[in-house]
């Protein structure tokens, strides 16, 4: 069986025959994406993510509705979001209009007065700790280590929690309001802007699901994503998302034995079915765009990326150059996915050489997550940052650095250390910054 996968990966990555022209090309492109998240789906751990998510949205349900619909409330509009709620519950089939309708008498019935301090502190904590599990699980996709701190993640989530109800709220303002003048209602009456109203009303929703992929995509993991690979994610994980609400309420309404069986319990459990099929979708969808913008790594996929000891080196050597000349000239300082994203690597793979550097007092992080020389540039040697990587690369496992060495290695290696204290002991990273970035080696 595992012959067979290397064979069909051979089939699907090796460079195309000429022989296919341009739609076999395309077609060969299009397999390789599909093979990737089928691959990932089957063999890695998307699904076990998304049921944790599930668990989790369980756990923090009441306290996120009490959080996000009381800014709505307080605006007057929280009946607005009727129309959202009713689409997200519709593949429950008629159990829809019964979860809108207690979701809505909940936060009719909330009072801001009753959380206290201590329940407010605790709501917000609980909200704040979601949000980081899914960013947790966007950085897992996205071979991201290092999360954002403390303050940019407190900051960042209360302004989208915040923020995010009144956008809601104002787009289902707009839209009811555009929809009852009187203009429109005119060129309702009349075709073909009748039917186009009516296609654009079924659109809508398919609209802003599309949007709000987008912006997760781009907003929840820690490293640059591009506008487009994005859009093109949320697209795709929209559509996805409708057909499976197609299937779902195709698949309610012909269970109606487990109706019978389960009797008022079915719909928690179809409702469990279909949140944990959303963040199954929305994490695909995440994979898709890191694939789009990395398409590099659809063969290798998800599997650990562990740096050669001669790749960390130049690692090493390439990252403090790059913060040291960015120090040096005043302009934008670097951070981890800067770095990661001008070296070619992903992030995963390049934290444990910046742990390695600052262990070693080399390198220091900001509140803002960005990189400066931890001491003088003209105080640090290149052999002590090869030393930092060699001696002191740190990560989750304990490093080894006592065995019964062999005396002819021990003398070989230590001829290794004192030509490279030779070569470069007395280059300081000041000097190494000054040289010409596109100079040939």
């Known amino acids: 069986m595992l012959a067979r996968l290397h064979r069909l990966e051979d089939l699907l990555f090796e460079p195309p025959a000429r022989a296919l022209g341009r739609p076999g090309v395309a077609a060969q492109v299009v397999l390789r994406y599909l093979y990737a998240l089928t691959r990932d789906l089957v063999v890695g751990d998307l699904n076990m993510r998304a049921m944790s998510l599930v668990y ?3 756990l923090s349900l009441v306290p996120l509705c009490a959080f996000s619909f009381s800014i709505v409330k307080g605006l007057g509009f929280h009946h607005d979001l009727a129309p959202l709620l009713q ?29 206290g301090s201590l329940g407010l502190g605790f709501l917000i904590w609980t909200v704040v700790s979601v949000i980081q599990k899914v960013e947790e699980c966007f950085n897992h996709i996205w ?8 303050a940019r993640r407190f900051s960042e989530y209360l302004g989208v929690l915040v923020i995010g109800p009144v956008l809601m709220v104002v787009a289902f303002g707009l839209t009811a309001s555009l929809s009852a003048h009187a203009s429109l209602v005119w060129l309702g009456a009349h075709e ?4 186009l109203a009516i296609m654009l009303g079924r659109v809508g929703p398919t609209l802003v699901v599309t949007a709000g992929f987008t ?21 795709a994980a929209a559509a996805v998302w409708v057909a499976a609400g197609f299937a779902f309420t195709a698949l309610v309404a012909y269970s109606t034995q487990m109706m019978a069986v389960y009797a008022g319990f079915a719909i928690v459990l179809l409702a469990l079915m279909w949140l944990w099929l959303n963040w199954l979708i929305l994490l695909t969808g995440a994979l898709f ?13 998800q599997r650990e990326l562990v740096p050669t000891a001669r790749l960390c080196e130049r690692l090493a050597l390439s990252a403090m150059y790059f913060v040291a000349r960015a120090f040096a000239d005043g302009g934008p300082r670097c951070t981890v996915s800067d770095l990661a994203a001008r070296l070619e690597v992903p992030s995963i793979a390049l934290g444990p050489v910046i ?7 080399l390198l220091e992080t900001t509140g ?9 540039p003209e105080r640090i040697t290149l052999a002590e940052v090869l030393g930092a990587v060699r001696d002191g690369r740190s990560g989750r496992a304990m490093m080894l650095r006592r065995a019964a060495i062999a005396a002819p290695a021990e003398e070989a290696c230590a001829r290794v250390d004192a030509a490279i204290r030779a070569e470069l002991g007395r280059v300081t990273l000041r000097e190494f910054a000054a040289r010409d970035p596109e100079a040939a080696p």
């Not at 209009?97 to 009753?114: A, S, W």
């Open 215 to 235: 912006f997760l995509y781009t907003f929840i993991p820690n490293t640059r994503v591009t506008f487009g690979v994005a859009l093109t994610a949320g697209l």
């Open 289 to 301: 765009a890191f694939y789009l913008q990395h398409p590099g790594y659809l063969r290798p996929g």
């Open 87 to 115: 689409e997200f519950f519709r593949p429950l089939g008629e159990r829809a209009d019964e979860l809108t309708h207690r979701v809505l008498q909940f936060v009719d019935h909330m009072e801001g007065g009753v959380l």
């Open 368 to 376: 803002g997550e960005e990189l400066l020389p931890a001491r003088d």
């Open 355 to 361: 742990d390695a550097l600052a262990l070693a007092g």
């Open 143 to 150: 071979h991201v280590e290092q999360a954002r701190s403390f």
């Open 56 to 58: 989790t949205t369980l």
């Open 192 to 195: 073909p802007f009748g039917t």
